[in-house]
């Protein structure tokens, strides 16, 4: 049934992903009732509390601010609920949404979500698509249900993954494709003439949570697989070797094809070339930990490799 009035919306997120959704939505003059954001949190050295760009970009535009710890409690879902809203549209939030949240909004709950679903349901989509080298990824629009990320599909829009691609260009690319995405499909998802329609079975994969132990480099894989975890676990956890009590972050690498004779993790010339088991790894820009970035050709000027053999604990 088409709304004969202003349709009113909850929007959901958290991160600068979230708000290039929150934005894209102020700027079509939908009528944002409620922003719910996850809790301002200290952040860096100093710990010092700063709140979530959307909680920033919401009160910048006195929009209506809630930052609930859960929404399990009777106190959130009836302060939810007392919005009386149309939809919900919910983009990285962070938190997990009851069925009373879901069920709330008359058309329910929109995600924009960072992948081709059933591909890459969970929380980290966008990392796990460039770590296992995927030719392509997208936007998928879906119906939100209890399940992790398992509702129906509204929309999908599809986009080439160059061989270049990284975790923060991909961030900003995917966030601008969710907003174009959403704001195609919303007014005929509020009219009532889109049906949703149920996920495939096949294809389904699960984008875990990423883990800090996930960024140690092993030259027993072949250079593709290092480079594809060098542009997806940077900037976190982001991707190291060890040598000695030295960590050394690869913030940017390049693949360096041929056949090599040396053993994987030998370092084969004055450029920091790392013999990998098929191919090699050219870390590009460096980091000791502690230190400020250099491109290697500048941090080779004041570190010196003592052995071309990197140590067995990082292969």
Sequence with gaps: MALNRPPRIGFMGTPDFALKILQALFEASYSIVGVYTQPPRPVGRGYKVIASPVQ????????PVFCPK?????EAQEEW?????????????????PKEILEAPKKGALNVHASLLPRWRGAAPIQRAILEGDKETGITIMKMDIGLDTGDIVSMKKMA?????????????????????LLEVLPAYLEGTIKPVPQPKEGVTYAKKLEKSEGLLNWNLPASALDQQVRALNPWPGTWFDVGVDRIKVLEAEIIAGSFLEAPGTIIDERLTIICKEGALRPLKVQKIGKAPLSTHEFLRGYQFLSKHLPHDTI
Excluded at 57 to 63: I, M, Q, R, S, V
């Design 70 to 74: 859960t929404l399990k409690s009777e």
């Design 81 to 97: 609920q007392a919005l009386n809203l149309d939809v919900a549209i919910v983009a990285a939030y962070g938190l997990i949404l």
């Design 56 to 63: 920033k970009f919401a009160e910048d535009h006195h929009l």
């Design 161 to 181: 993954l160059t061989p270049k691609m990284t975790t923060p260009l991909l961030f900003e690319k995917l966030a601008t494709l969710g907003a174009e995405a």
